[in-house]
């Protein structure tokens, strides 16, 4: 089975992935630790210093390994449904979860992480909550082609298992 949780910043996909890896008895992975991992560079560093494109296509090509992995439950970076094909790629290759809270909900989970998140580090409170609000709306068509959706009351383990159950 292979799980790509995708979302918003802040929505939770690497506590979830911990935590159906764990209940699953497979492997867990964050994207974004494998981008860093592979480029011996943070994430800001690689935007600051390579720029986004270097980034996308590092992060497209990682994703590709997982072809060959037969169970797992990844947490993408936010983006990366929006790029190279990514959203498709994993549509035909497992289960897409778009774990969809509410951007309140993402602006007071991200107030405290601003400091350790480069795209935000800089925003205001207000700013960040307009940020979240564009990116939304910009990724909005990409996120609606997972084949499921969990929201509000739904993004629980009970939520999860509904999903997973369908494809045991």
Request: hydrophobic share 35%.
């Amino acid at each position: 089975m292979k799980i790509f949780l995708i979302g918003m910043m802040g929505s939770g996909k690497s506590y979830w992935t911990k935590s159906l890896s764990k209940k699953l008895k497979t492997c867990g992975y964050d994207l974004d630790f494998l981008i860093e991992a592979q480029e011996e560079k943070t994430i800001a560093e690689i935007f600051k210093e390579d720029g986004e494109a270097h980034f996308r296509k590092t992060e497209a090509k990682i994703l590709r390994w997982f072809r060959e992995k037969k169970t797992f439950v990844l947490a993408t970076g936010g983006g990366t449904p929006c790029f190279e094909g990514n959203m498709n790629w994993m549509n035909s290759q497992g289960i897409t979860i778009w774990i969809d809270e509410p951007v309140d909900l993402l602006v007071e989970r991200l107030k405290p992480e601003k400091a350790h998140r480069p795209l935000i580090e800089k925003l205001s409170d207000e700013e960040l909550k307009q940020y979240l609000v564009d990116k939304l709306v910009e990724r909005l068509p990409y996120y609606i082609q997972a084949k499921h959706r969990l929201q509000g009351n739904e993004i629980n383990e009970s939520g999860f298992a509904k999903i997973i159950k369908q494809y045991a």
